[in-house]
């Protein structure tokens, strides 16, 4: 069997397992955030925390809360990490310095997971387990409880309640990301990954030299880390890791983790808003960009000619050999157009198109199928970009889910628009028009380009890969990083609520022969073709001067 | 002499029902097919417009379109930088071609204002100064000058005398020439009470005096508003134009940050971006093509209104007319035909056709009521009965048709026929000792059912008094109602037809005309607890009414057209006032609300498309030089980067002018389903505007390459 038949079959099995795990889980998800009923764990926890699960919360309620439990999360998580060295279980590490501690913790409560540290030098059982894990967990379930808050504003009328922020938030966690972690983990462990309290090692290399070796609770963090589309690697080498990452199994169920909540919360929604097909228009959306970009990649990885290249059967620089081209051209762009950002391979190895196909899915804003919540919740809001557009076109006021999209909804759906490509654009042009930020670079000419440009995408878009190569530990980019997560987190989610709010008070609209059609194909190609064009024209500049000046060179 | 006989055009024009005419008559202002779609856009136009399009270059004009007005300060900075460096053709060629840019959106939208600028003229002239003879309490006249009348004020209107203001008729009827507003030379009536009272100014009375109280001040009267509203001046921008904006204004912000961008990208590949280049990138980006026509194309929709003499008192009510769900409709006049006519004669056992017929003919001769005339037609034309007239017949006693009798009739040779209500008939033989055949009742049962009206046919001769028929009168649904209101369905909208009539004829009606829902025994109350039911279920809801009951309604509707016949009320309760008086109108109205949206939505999605090719044309221009792989990207194998990108800026320039008739005159809408729209306008305006810059920058490319010295 040829490395490309292998790449495919391997997609195919992925596409698969996914089609049918996204119906049961999605409807399950939706039955959590319409059940009226508290486990007893949860009252507890509401209980501690002071929260009424009951209360409706308008937009502005909703929202205070979120940032109020993220304000909470970062200083709890800097004030961790700035502790280390006097904490026990911490493997003698000492403590973060402030401008990285700060990175860190945005980056961990953003679902960022940004890493400009290694984790395996850096990091003791404490603050990875402790702090981090607790992340990946939480930060994930604030990002769904803002999707499902959206969805609410879509299937809810004249009330502007869209549900409680505290019993969404632990309900995520308790009800759906703890148990699939759980199993999650548990499959991992069975297939080689480590699970265990051990020290650090030094190992006698086979070349001679030595190499330190590390344990910790890793199989439980790999799975909240995909399945929670965080991406922040026990390790410093991430997926590409062998005890986060022994196998081509592992590799091909961590690229389902990472996926499957984004792709299933499309059910989700179709269920709450009470037409499936709705959730199928979505997911059909979703899939297409997603399958298109793996395409893409396997044929710049596969489709070269020279001679080592043809000789490797690709491009394996920067890859796995236990994982291939193929392999890890889907993980690559799974990992991107998720905003998990983990990664089993080096992207600024990518051919150039490669690597470019990287940071066009993240530019894309994180949507196809984007992060657990944050992707629904994105291309919900590209939907109303496209219906007002193509709802003029049917001669309405244009609609969605029997919403009218007017003056109010399409300023916010602008507003969050605006947002990603201001923060990746004025970041990376201040980066290279400053003096010392460029010599972070590792590569000259386009490719140290790509590089900066790769780290302010990741960072806005909340994805959290690196392009490698770029030195992002100092004071600049830890802080300038750390703002455009915090940014390209937190305002769009500002703008999402309240375009909730907005939706949830009005009036529905019933849905007539003159009504464009949302859950019909075309709208499908219709949403597909908005967003490719509104990214492409926003970045093709910046692209043109990266990764496809250096890809079309050859 | 004269007041005698324009009192007989007046007392004819009574009896012929008022809006006949204007219901079937194309009227000038509509396009051969009737539909919306066409407009009159005449390329004379363009150059007429001219002063007033660089008049508009005054930054304070500019500043009002977001996209435009970034343009502006665009060729700002191009000139100056031309200006210091005067040698460098491609930044004067680039600036020309920047400010050309403005121009041709300026003159769009004065070409749209212009052509309401006429229209206004028009009107200007029928509101002359008048002198109105104001009523003093003490019953004397005095002459004050129009425009110092107030709100109750009372005047007197006599032959020959322009109204001087707005306000319903209080005492006597006259005859109006009402053209300077409707065009319409037909005189129309107007009497004290009832729902033709509204006088409007700058009208003429023709015959007779009457007593009018003024109900507006002078300055906002009718044809002030009129003024206002075909000359742009009252225009407000509606909301959806306003979510246009902002979506314009926000993508002209990401290009902005897009190109701004770039100088610090470009320095560090190794070539310097200069401020004419980066100004050029930034207008073929920003959405300039919808940005330079969209106040054009909210001009022109209202304009296609007035040119079907339909005034709409805001934008915003054009635009909720193509969002309208559910349509009010008055079956008479407007499903139906005035008045119930003739459609068969049906004879009781033991009798034939043809001798009802001729009964019935025969006694309807004296009905002068369109349904006696109706009966009369269709003993013609179905059985060949040549029609008698009255002298024909010597003594012959013949019974009127009254309120009191509902009989009609005629006593001749000893014979007496009759005609009229089942009950009038049925009580006339009855008393004549005569005998009603059993299948009578029945017949006049069925037809009842059906939704028609039965008359009986009775005689009385020899043979004694005795019914001989039944005539079948029916409501007549005007020629192609029903294909209209299929159309409406496909559109998604529900007609509801509104009636006076019991529920059962109601409902044959409703069947025969293929309307969705009907309001049976409708009340002013019925009306309006129907429009607040759809509203409360989220649906926009149209309507027309004329009568002072229907105010209510008429201001709790979405759309609420008010007839130009009906009382002030009325007009001023509604959004909208149609000038003939025509409630089909209604329909067209939607279309024109459908295609104002549709032409934003198209040229919107032409404009965004049209950025592709825009890129391809200048991204490997500014940068194959520093990294050759770009000059793959150069697709349209454009002859120089100067060329490359001044084509470009041209092409942005020039597909605006190329579009304006299409923005004046509206896209083309056709009655289908959503989703058939939008995949035609999708193809058109899609993957139209992401083919069309790619051939039209070639072209100009190649012509720019031929000028010498460039290239």
């Known amino acids: ?554 | 002499m004269t007041t005698d006989t324009q009192k007989h055009e007046g007392s004819m024009s009574t009896a012929a029902p008022a809006r006949a005419p204007h219901g079937d008559v194309p009227t000038a202002h509509k396009t051969p097919e009737g539909r919306v779609g066409a407009g009159l856009f005449d390329p004379k136009q363009l150059v007429t417009s001219l002063p007033d399009a660089f008049r508009k270059l005054d930054p304070r004009v500019q500043v009002k379109s977001p996209v435009m007005f970034v343009v502006w300060i665009g060729s700002v900075l191009t000139t100056v930088f031309s200006v210091k460096d005067p040698g460098d053709w491609f930044g004067w060629a680039i600036s020309a071609w920047l400010w050309l840019t403005i121009v041709f959106a300026n003159l769009a939208e004065a070409v749209a204002e212009g052509r309401g600028k006429a229209q206004a003229d028009t009107l200007r002239r029928a509101k002359t100064d008048t002198v109105a003879r104001r009523l003093i309490e003490d019953g004397s006249e005095e002459r004050v000058p129009g425009t110092e009348l107030r709100i109750g004020d009372l005047v007197v209107c006599e032959a020959g005398d322009v109204i001087p203001g707005d306000g319903d008729v209080v005492e006597g009827v006259a005859s109006v020439d009402e053209s300077a507003i409707t065009g319409e030379s037909a005189p129309v009536i107007r009497e004290s009470g009832g729902d033709r009272s509204a006088v409007t100014g700058g009208t003429k009375v023709l015959s007779d005096r009457i007593v009018i109280k003024i109900t507006t001040k002078p300055g906002e009267t009718f044809i002030d508003r009129m003024i206002n509203l075909v000359e742009g001046a009252a225009r407000q921008k509606t909301p959806n134009e306003i979510a246009l904006n902002i979506l314009l204004a926000s993508l002209t912000i990401v290009f902005l940050l897009a190109v701004a961008t770039l100088p610090p990208f470009a320095d560090y590949a190794g070539t310097h971006l200069t401020m004419v280049v980066l100004v050029a990138l930034l207008v073929c980006l920003i959405p300039t093509t919808i940005g330079a026509l969209l106040s054009a194309i909210g001009i022109a929709g209202m304009d296609r209104l007035v040119q079907r003499n339909v005034l709409a008192m805001s934008g915003r009510a054009v635009e909720a007319a193509g969002d309208v769900s559910t349509l009010l409709l008055d079956k008479t006049g407007t499903i139906t035909l005035g008045n119930r006519q003739a459609c068969e004669f049906v004879p009781v056992r033991g009798v034939t056709e043809a001798e009802v017929a001729d009964a019935a003919q025969l006694s309807s001769l004296a009905d002068e009521t369109p349904e006696g005339r109706s009966i009369v037609v269709l003993a013609k034309e179905k059985y060949g009965l040549r029609e008698r007239h009255q002298g024909e017949l010597t003594d012959a006693e013949w019974i009127a048709f009254t309120a009191q009798t509902r009989m009609s009739g005629v006593d001749v040779d000893g014979r007496k026929v009759r005609k009229g209500a089942a009950g009038s008939v049925i009580a006339w033989v009855k008393e004549r000792g005569g005998e009603v055949a059993e299948d009578a009742q029945e017949l006049t049962g069925e037809i009842s059912e059906a939704g028609g009206t039965p008359l009986l046919v009775a005689v009385e001769d020899t043979d004694g008094a005795r019914v001989l028929g039944v005539i079948h009168l029916k409501d007549v649904v005007k020629d192609g109602m029903r294909e209209r209101f299929e159309e409406l369905r496909r559109m998604g909208i529900k007609t509801v037809m509104i009636t006076g009539d019991n529920p059962l004829t109601a409902k044959a009606i409703a069947k025969e005309a293929g309307v969705d829902d009907f309001l049976a025994e409708a009340t002013p109350e019925d009306k309006m607890a129907l429009i607040k039911r759809e509203q409360a279920g989220g649906k926009l809801v149209a309507m027309t009414g004329d009568g002072t009951n229907d105010a209510p309604a008429l201001a709790q509707a979405d759309v609420g057209v008010a007839m130009n016949t009906g009382t002030s009320a009325a007009k001023e309760a509604g959004n909208m006032v149609d000038l003939d008086s025509d409630p089909t109108k209604l329909i067209e109205i939607v279309e024109i609300g459908k295609q104002l949206l549709i032409t934003r939505g198209a040229l919107t999605t032409f404009s965004i498309a049209n950025d592709v090719a825009k890129y391809f044309a200048i991204i490997p221009a500014l940068f194959a030089a520093v990294y050759p792989g770009l000059d793959k990207l150069n697709i349209m194998r454009l002859s120089s980067p100067d060329s490359a990108i001044l084509s470009a800026v041209v092409f942005n320039a020039l597909i605006i002018i190329a579009l304006v008739p299409l923005a004046l005159r509206g896209v083309r809408y056709r009655p289908v389903s959503a989703d058939r729209l939008l995949r035609r306008n999708l193809g058109i305006y899609g993957l139209g505007g992401l083919i069309a810059p790619f051939i039209g920058i070639k072209l100009i490319d190649l012509l720019i390459s031929l000028i010498p010295g460039i290239g």
Request: glycine share 12%.
């Open chain 1, 1 to 554: 069997m040829g490395p490309v038949l292998a790449g495919v079959l391997q997609l195919v099995a992925l596409i698969a397992a996914l089609a049918l795990a996204h119906v049961p889980l999605g409807t399950y998800m939706a039955k959590v955030y319409s059940s009226d009923r508290h486990w007893r764990v949860e009252r507890w926890i509401y209980r501690g925390i002071g929260a009424d699960p009951d209360t409706e919360m308008r937009w502005p309620a909703y929202l205070r809360g979120l940032l109020a439990f993220s304000f909470v999360g970062v200083l709890f998580l800097y004030l961790l990490q700035r502790l280390q060295g006097v904490l026990p279980g911490s493997l003698g590490f000492s403590s973060i310095e402030p401008a990285q501690a700060f990175n860190t913790a945005v980056s961990f409560v953003t679902n960022t997971n940004w890493q400009s540290y290694y984790g395996e030098q850096a990091m003791g059982h404490v603050v990875q387990t402790g702090g981090l894990a607790v992340q990946n967990f939480v930060s994930a379930a604030v990002g769904m409880a803002v999707a499902v808050a959206l969805v609410r504003g879509f299937a809810r009328s004249r009330s502007g309640e869209l549900g409680n922020f505290w019993s969404d938030l632990v309900r995520g966690v308790t009800r759906i990301l703890l148990p699939g972690a759980a199993i999650a983990a548990v499959v991992l462990v069975a297939c080689g990954v480590i699970q265990n309290f051990s020290g650090i090692h030094e190992v006698g290399q086979f070349m001679g030299g030595s190499q330190q070796w590390n344990g910790g609770a890793v199989a439980s963090q790999e799975a909240i880390k995909e399945l929670g589309t965080n991406g922040g690697g026990y390790f410093n080498a991430n997926s590409a890791h062998p005890f986060e990452n022994p196998t081509p199994f592992t590799n091909l169920f961590e690229i389902f983790l990472l996926l499957v909540i984004p792709f299933s919360l499309t059910r989700t929604f179709g269920v709450m808003v009470g037409s499936v097909r709705q959730g199928y228009a979505i997911l059909a959306t979703m899939a297409t960009l997603w399958v298109g970009f793996v395409a893409l990649m396997m044929w710049t990885e596969f489709a070269h000619h020279e001679g080592a290249l043809q000789i490797a059967g690709g491009a394996m620089e920067g890859k796995e050999v236990r994982f291939g081209v193929g392999s890890s051209s889907i993980f690559a762009v799974s990992t991107t157009l998720t905003s998990t950002g983990a990664v089993d391979s080096f992207h600024s190895s990518f051919t150039g198109l490669g690597g470019g196909i990287t940071l066009l899915g993240m530019m894309l804003g994180e949507i196809a199928p984007g992060g657990t919540g944050s992707g629904l919740y994105g291309m919900l809001v590209m939907a109303v970009i496209a219906v007002f557009i193509a709802g003029l076109m049917v001669g309405r006021t244009p609609e969605y889910l029997g919403k009218k999209i007017g003056t109010r909804e399409i300023k916010l759906a602008a507003c969050y628009l605006l947002i990603t490509p201001a923060l990746v654009l004025v970041f990376t042009a201040a980066s290279m028009a400053l003096p010392t930020p460029p010599h972070s670079m590792l590569n000259p000419g386009a490719h140290g380009f790509s590089e900066v440009l790769y780290a302010f995408t990741s960072a806005s878009n909340n994805n959290g890969s690196a392009f490698a190569g770029l030195n992002a530990n100092t004071d600049w980019y830890n802080t300038t990083t750390g703002l455009a997560m915090l940014l390209g987190r937190f305002l769009p989610m500002v703008f999402v609520l309240a375009l909730a709010g907005s939706l949830a008070e009005q009036t529905p609209v019933p849905a007539t022969a003159g009504t464009l059609r949302t859950e019909k194909p075309l709208f499908t190609g219709l949403l597909v073709g908005a967003i490719l064009i509104i990214t492409g024209l926003t970045y093709f500049p910046a692209l043109a001067l990266g990764p496809l000046a250096e890809g079309l060179a050859a």
